[in-house]
T-cell receptor, first 116, second 112 residues
Framework: GAVVSQHPSWVICKSGTSVKIECRSLDFQATTMFWYRQFPKQSLMLMATSNEGSKATYEQGVEKDKFLINHASLTLSTLTVTSAHPEDSSFYIC????????????FGPGTRLTVT | TQLLEQSPQFLSIQEGENLTVYCNSSSVFSSLQWYRQEPGEGPVLLVTVVTGGEVKKLKRLTFQFGDARKDSSLHITAAQPGDTGLYLCAGEGLEYGNKLVFGAGTILRVKS
């Protein structure tokens, strides 16, 4: 099956700094990637849809200036949390869709962000 | 309001018992997926159902898609401690574009 990786797997940063999280499709080209946020023992909340070569589409209530998404290539999307605050601490998960495999999404292992 | 109502939210059972998790909606989905997630990891796809009335089996797990494609169930027979985790249903439909709509999740704990 398709493999999606995320880096880093966990990160601790100080309040006010920015953090970049990478999402890569390892064995397929992903024209569309998705970024989710998940709080403990809760479901996934879609933050934005990232399309290669174009601007990301953000869900209602998600600040696009705070969560910068770049999908510059068919195998890499990045999420940058700018001026992070403790309330941004969460588990961030990306997923990618292989256009040759239909509509299934393949999820990365997630990135645990802790803002102190 | 959750677009996909998942129940129960939490289930704690003894090893060997059977259980069923439900996922219901008023919307029609073109497909519905079930995932299992362990703490600190991403969700892992268990199955995708696309045809109304479809039943799929994966060892001790049985998945069913409702005839009207608005609901689904996951049944686990003789649960084992290794089945412990967060189970998520997620649906795709025309009215949601190319996005997955997730249920709230069911936390399953199987005690030995």
């Amino acid at each position: 099956g398709a493999v999606v990786s995320q880096h880093p797997s966990w990160v601790i940063c100080k309040s006010g700094t920015s953090v970049k999280i990478e999402c890569r499709s390892l064995d397929f080209q992903a024209t569309t990637m998705f970024w989710y946020r998940q709080f403990p023992k809760q479901s996934l909340m879609l933050m934005a849809t990232s399309n290669e070569g174009s601007k990301a589409t953000y869900e209602q209530g998600v600040e696009k200036d705070k969560f910068l998404i770049n999908h510059a290539s068919l195998t890499l999307s990045t999420l940058t949390v700018t001026s992070a605050h403790p309330e941004d601490s969460s588990f961030y998960i990306c997923s990618a869709r292989d256009p040759l495999e239909g509509t299934e999404q393949y999820f990365g292992p997630g990135t645990r962000l802790t803002v102190t | 309001t959750q677009l996909l109502e998942q129940s129960p939210q939490f289930l704690s059972i003894q090893e060997g018992e059977n259980l069923t998790v439900y996922c219901n909606s008023s919307s029609v989905f073109s497909s519905l997926q079930w995932y299992r997630q362990e703490p600190g990891e991403g969700p892992v796809l268990l199955v995708t159902v696309v045809t109304g009335g479809e039943v799929k089996k994966l060892k001790r797990l049985t998945f069913q898609f409702g005839d009207a494609r608005k609901d689904s169930s996951l049944h686990i027979t003789a649960a084992q401690p290794g089945d412990t985790g967060l189970y998520l249903c997620a649906g795709e439909g025309l009215e949601y574009g190319n996005k997955l709509v997730f249920g709230a999740g069911t936390i399953l704990r199987v005690k030995s």
